[in-house]
């Protein structure tokens, strides 16, 4: 039992940057647009967020520029998807491209760099047996994700706002023809998905290695891609299978640790392993996807 409390709390805490930038991506789909340029914001927050710690002393300024960074790039991928109707997923997987390639350029100085990392607990809470270690001493964001989570199970079911997000990615047509503006929602979808990326790739570099590694993100916006469609596109099944794939994470480290005779690039392959096993297992109920799926996801939408 010793044991376990502070495998809980690492994988709640290897779960919480999936979970940050699947959020995002969620409302990103809700308003019919797929994003897969997650790894790229990702990677360029995380080197935006480290560099700007290393530089001010703060870790709040540091999220900060993240979450900015990552909401700059998901606006230019507005501009080319929504405005001048280039195809999303080509545009997705040029963005992650570009991400990867400028966030390795940006961070060439900063290699070997590392930042301290403080030791958090609730008061009380923290000093309970077993439930402090597991719950109640990871870093305030792992706190904030999960609260941004209920916020977001909010506005989707119970906000006006909400109901037209939900609106404009079943039918565009249909929520522009009522005067609402479909660019502008989505617009403003992809810019609140771009912020929860950022924020996503800075918790890695800043809280959960602490330092900056090219290509640090290591598949993570794969994953939670992956994870949207894994939770059906509802906000508490993504904090449940973020904290799940969070799990696997930390159980090949641990079984690495302990000496499990099995080869650590094996071992390694685990969390994407799991991810592919999902998604064809999901994959093989289509009625289920397309009952949840948003109508016009990935389809671009012009209204003149």
């Not at 596109?233 to 993504?238: D, F, S």
């Amino acid at each position: 039992m010793e044991s376990l409390a502070p495998l809980i709390a690492a994988s709640i805490n290897a779960g919480t940057p999936l979970m940050l930038a699947a959020l995002g991506l969620l409302i990103n789909e809700k308003s019919g647009v797929v994003n897969l340029g997650a790894e790229g914001m990702m990677l360029v927050a995380a080197i935006v967020g480290f560099a700007t710690t290393v530089h001010t002393g703060s870790v709040t300024f540091g999220f900060a520029a993240g979450a900015a960074a990552g909401m700059v790039l998901a606006g230019f991928f507005a501009l080319l998807t929504v405005w001048l109707g280039t195809n999303q997923y080509a545009t997705g997987l040029a963005l992650s491209l570009f991400g990867a390639g400028a966030s390795a350029y940006i961070g060439i100085s900063y290699v070997g760099n590392s930042l301290s990392n403080g030791k958090f607990s609730i008061p009380v809470l923290g000093d309970i047996p077993f439930v402090g270690t597991a719950l109640f001493k990871q870093h305030p964001t792992v706190y904030l994700s999960i609260l941004l989570c209920g916020a977001i199970i909010w506005f989707l079911y119970r906000t006006r706002a909400g109901l037209i997000l939900r609106a404009v990615g079943e039918s565009p047509s249909s929520a522009h023809s009522l005067g609402y503006n479909v660019r502008r929602i989505r617009l403003a979808a992809l810019l609140f998905g771009g912020a929860c990326c950022g924020m996503a790739g800075a918790f890695l570099s800043l809280v959960y290695t602490p330092l900056w590694v090219e290509g640090m993100v290591a598949g993570r916006g794969w994953i939670a891609l992956a994870l949207t469609t894994f939770a059906t596109w509802r906000p508490a099944r993504v904090l449940m299978g973020a904290y799940l794939f969070g799990g696997v994470t930390i159980l090949t480290f641990h079984m690495q640790g302990i000496g499990v005779p099995i080869a650590s690039q094996l071992l390694s392959m685990l969390p994407y392993l799991a991810t592919i096993v999902v998604l064809v297992l999901i994959s093989r109920n289509v009625n289920w996807i397309k009952l949840n799926m948003p109508a016009s996801l990935g389809k671009n939408f012009n209204p003149h």
